[in-house]
């Protein structure tokens, strides 16, 4: 018997898996471990809340920061349609200058054509009035030579 009060006294001092299983069927603990479930619980979902602020505030400042990249992109991308469209006006301009250069280089060269032209032709023609001038003075000279 002395064993069997050791025993019975042992068990009721050191609860066992087995002891706070029944229990919790039981039902003896049940206000105090919804209370502790509770407070777990609400423990674990603050965490969880502020986990979630946290990762808000980071994708917040991630979004502003990608925001001012894209703003600088955008403000880069005017600036060099800017300039393009400037270089172009530019090389418009070039070319309609050259072009009209180019124009008066093919006006100037026909007026040398023709002045060219007229030269070869007045030479051409002086060089036919020489020769009958120079032909008429030997006839001149001949005939006087014969007629003295």
């Not at 009721?12 to 919804?34: F, S, Y």
């Not at 072009?99 to 100037?108: A, D, G, H, I, P």
Request: proline fraction near 1%; charged fraction near 35%.
């Amino acid at each position: 018997m002395d064993e069997e009060k050791t025993l019975t006294a042992e068990k009721t001092k050191k609860p066992t898996l087995w002891d706070g299983a029944l229990k919790m069927v039981k039902g003896e603990n049940t206000n105090q471990l919804i209370e502790q479930f509770t407070a777990e619980m609400t423990l674990v979902a603050e965490g969880l809340c502020e986990d979630q602020t946290k990762l808000r505030k980071e994708v917040d400042g991630l979004m502003t920061q990608e925001d001012k990249r894209i703003q600088k992109l955008e403000s880069t991308i005017n600036l060099l349609e800017t300039s393009l469209e400037e270089e172009r006006k530019n090389h418009d301009q070039d070319v309609t200058e050259l072009r009209n250069r180019v124009s008066q280089l093919e006006k100037q060269a026909k007026v040398t054509a023709k002045d060219k032209k007229k030269s070869r032709t007045i030479i051409r023609d002086l060089t036919w009035l020489v020769g009958i001038a120079a032909a008429a003075w030997v006839i001149v000279t001949i005939i006087n030579a014969f007629c003295k």
